[in-house]
């Protein structure tokens, strides 16, 4: 049986804070900020948890982690 990847994307994409949390940045915030006002690009620098359902996805694109 051949050794499983993790998937490299959703390694530099997220970071694992323990066991059931993983951290995501909000998306939005890397052109077109112009248009955009200042109270909506500070909403968009928060830090979230991901979500239970995405969290079951996750366990299979990085199984050397869980």
């Not at 059931?20 to 909000?26: A, D, E, P, T, Y």
């Amino acid at each position: 049986m051949c050794k499983l990847k993790n998937s490299k994307s959703i390694i530099k994409r997220f970071k694992l804070k323990s066991k059931h949390k993983i951290l995501r940045h909000m998306a939005g915030r890397s052109h077109l900020l112009q248009k955009k006002s200042s109270k909506r690009k500070q909403k968009l620098r928060k830090v979230l948890n991901l979500k239970k359902c995405d969290i079951l996805n996750m366990k299979f694109k990085i199984p050397y982690i869980y």
